[in-house]
């Protein structure tokens, strides 16, 4: 299992020193956790996060060359074709860059709309379905997974706190978690936005990785 921290603009390093899998830093402009750099130097094991929103292909690109980007997670209405040329041009630059991609879900969701994903991400993201992408603070009904299809990891997404921890892991013990490759946390370990509850994470962290080392 891994930890994703996302919304990161303030307390990077004390952040890194609990050694998340993934930071994420967010790129889109209307966000109040938008981030603008610098991104300071981080442990090799710390895979950072670009978050975009309907950017195009050079916006993407060209912070992903600034930033050092692992892996890049698309939270609009991008397209499958738009995935794939994406893929092409990270490709292209010899660039192991990944691609996630998130589906916004609420009580139900049509699972269909993952396969034209298939071939141009190597992770799915699911999340809350509200007013904004990302960062609304509240969950999605877990249960939908149970009609999960697809053998693609995924991360799970949508308003975990430290309160939520025992369902989580609960969760995790479940058939439809077999696929979940890292939980992704960010408003409800805040102080203010992209100030980190230090704390908090550290307990979230420590109780999710004993539960599931």
């Known amino acids: 299992m891994k930890l994703k921290i996302c919304g990161m603009s303030h307390n990077i390093e004390a952040v890194a020193q609990l050694h998340p899998d993934y930071l994420g830093f967010i790129f889109w402009r209307p966000s109040k956790r938008f981030f603008d ?3 300071p130097k981080l442990h090799k094991t710390i895979r950072k996060v670009g978050v975009f929103v309907d950017a195009n292909l050079d916006e993407i690109i060209n912070r992903t060359n600034t930033y050092g ?4 997670q698309l939270h609009g209405n991008e397209s499958p074709e738009f995935c794939e040329n994406l893929k092409k041009k990270f490709k292209n630059q010899n660039s192991n860059v990944q691609i996630i991609k998130v589906f916004s879900i ?4 049509d699972f ?3 396969s034209p994903y ?3 991400s190597n992770f799915f993201l699911f999340d809350t379905k509200g007013k904004l992408p990302g960062g ?3 969950q999605f009904n877990w249960e939908v997974l149970k009609g999960y299809p697809s053998k693609k990891p995924y991360f799970l997404s949508g308003g975990i706190g430290l309160e939520e921890l025992d369902n989580v892991l609960e969760f995790l013990q479940k ?3 077999k ?5 992704d946390i960010n408003s409800r370990f805040e102080i203010s936005p992209g100030l980190k509850d230090i704390d908090k994470l550290k307990k979230f962290k420590n109780r999710l990785f004993e539960t599931n080392s």
Request: proline letters at 4%; hydrophobic letters at 30%.
């Open 37 to 39: 750099g610098p991104i």
């Open 69 to 72: 980007l692992n892996a890049i």
């Open 136 to 138: 609304n603070g509240y």
């Open 175 to 177: 058939e439809e978690s």
């Open 118 to 120: 298939e071939s141009s």
């Open 179 to 183: 696929y979940c490759h890292a939980i």
């Open 112 to 114: 269909s709309r993952l």
């Open 106 to 109: 609420k009580d139900i969701f």
